[in-house]
């Protein structure tokens, strides 16, 4: 586990956009993986900036994103799927038949739940794949107690993560789903590269247990200390809790400018 930290979450952003672009520029048929929420929002308006202003190419990427609530229609203003079209999609050369995104409004959660691992596979793997984390530890909705076997699933969420997520719904707890569709930890773990962004204090427990603390279901991204290419991007109030502060910023610091975007 590689582990970056930057003063602050826009540089910690921009700086995890360029790994991202890298890969596109080198690899263009791309399979990324897509996160929601505040924390990826500067990432992926670096990755616009970039597209309009240095021709970073979308169109032969294809996307697979972690997570959407059960119960929401695409078009709900709260739906992982009109955040995704707001946030990036409509503004990049993305072509609309290669975004593929769970499918919350489904009869048949396990049937859909199974095709989606299938696309995953069909589409030959996921490249890269970016991450938040969860106060709680939990990566996409996997939960504490999640299985590290875990392929894309209903999972309930626990009462912590409905009241973090009531902000995007009017500070309203009622209003937020309890029930949603996520890929496994198995699944985010096959993924060729992850790429975790965390930022601000409120994830600096959360980020100390998985960087430092042991591997445990109760702390679902630490399985991220077993994956062979993970890179952790943080600010320094989301790194405060470190141990080995100094030593991470080190060995960042002592690598090569090529390495850095690597």
Same mark, same amino acid.
């Given at each position: 586990m590689e582990v970056i930290i930057k003063s602050d979450a826009q540089t910690g952003s921009i700086a995890a956009a360029r790994v991202v672009a890298r890969l596109v520029r080198e690899k263009p048929n791309a399979v990324l993986g897509l996160a929601t929420g505040s924390t990826p929002l500067t990432l992926y308006k670096e990755l616009i900036r970039l597209h309009r202003e240095?021709?970073?190419?979308f169109s032969a990427v294809t996307t697979?994103?972690?997570?959407?609530? !059960? $119960?929401?229609?695409?078009?709900?203003?709260q739906s992982y799927y009109t955040f995704m079209w707001e946030n990036l999609f409509s503004q990049i050369n993305i072509q609309p038949e290669k975004v593929h995104l769970p499918d919350g409004m489904t009869q048949d959660v396990p049937a859909s739940c199974a095709v989606y691992e299938?696309?995953?596979i069909n589409a030959g793997g996921i490249d890269l794949q970016v991450l938040g984390i969860g106060s709680d530890g939990h990566i996409g909705f996997n939960e504490p107690t999640s299985s590290f076997a875990s392929r894309t699933r209903i999972k309930t969420l626990t009462q912590q993560t409905v009241a973090d997520n009531a902000r995007f719904f009017d500070g309203d707890e009622a209003?937020?789903?309890?029930?949603?569709?996520?890929?496994? !930890? $198995?699944?985010?773990?096959d993924a060729r590269m992850n790429l975790m962004l965390a930022f601000g204090t409120g994830k600096?427990?959360?980020?100390?247990?998985?960087?430092e603390g042991p591997v445990a279901s109760m702390m679902p991204a630490s399985i991220l200390q077993h994956h062979p290419a993970a890179k952790v991007f943080i600010d320094e109030a989301a790194a405060s809790a470190l141990k080995l502060f100094d030593y991470y910023r080190w060995v960042y610091d002592g690598k090569p400018d090529w390495q850095k975007d690597a």
């Amino acid at each position: 586990m590689e582990v970056i930290i930057k003063s602050d979450a826009q540089t910690g952003s921009i700086a995890a956009a360029r790994v991202v672009a890298r890969l596109v520029r080198e690899k263009p048929n791309a399979v990324l993986g897509l996160a929601t929420g505040s924390t990826p929002l500067t990432l992926y308006k670096e990755l616009i900036r970039l597209h309009r202003e240095d021709g970073l190419d979308f169109s032969a990427v294809t996307t697979f994103n972690l997570d959407e609530y !059960i $119960g929401l229609e695409k078009e709900h203003p709260q739906s992982y799927y009109t955040f995704m079209w707001e946030n990036l999609f409509s503004q990049i050369n993305i072509q609309p038949e290669k975004v593929h995104l769970p499918d919350g409004m489904t009869q048949d959660v396990p049937a859909s739940c199974a095709v989606y691992e299938r696309e995953i596979i069909n589409a030959g793997g996921i490249d890269l794949q970016v991450l938040g984390i969860g106060s709680d530890g939990h990566i996409g909705f996997n939960e504490p107690t999640s299985s590290f076997a875990s392929r894309t699933r209903i999972k309930t969420l626990t009462q912590q993560t409905v009241a973090d997520n009531a902000r995007f719904f009017d500070g309203d707890e009622a209003k937020v789903p309890h029930h949603c569709i996520t890929m496994g !930890i $198995g699944t985010i773990m096959d993924a060729r590269m992850n790429l975790m962004l965390a930022f601000g204090t409120g994830k600096a427990e959360a980020i100390a247990a998985t960087i430092e603390g042991p591997v445990a279901s109760m702390m679902p991204a630490s399985i991220l200390q077993h994956h062979p290419a993970a890179k952790v991007f943080i600010d320094e109030a989301a790194a405060s809790a470190l141990k080995l502060f100094d030593y991470y910023r080190w060995v960042y610091d002592g690598k090569p400018d090529w390495q850095k975007d690597a």
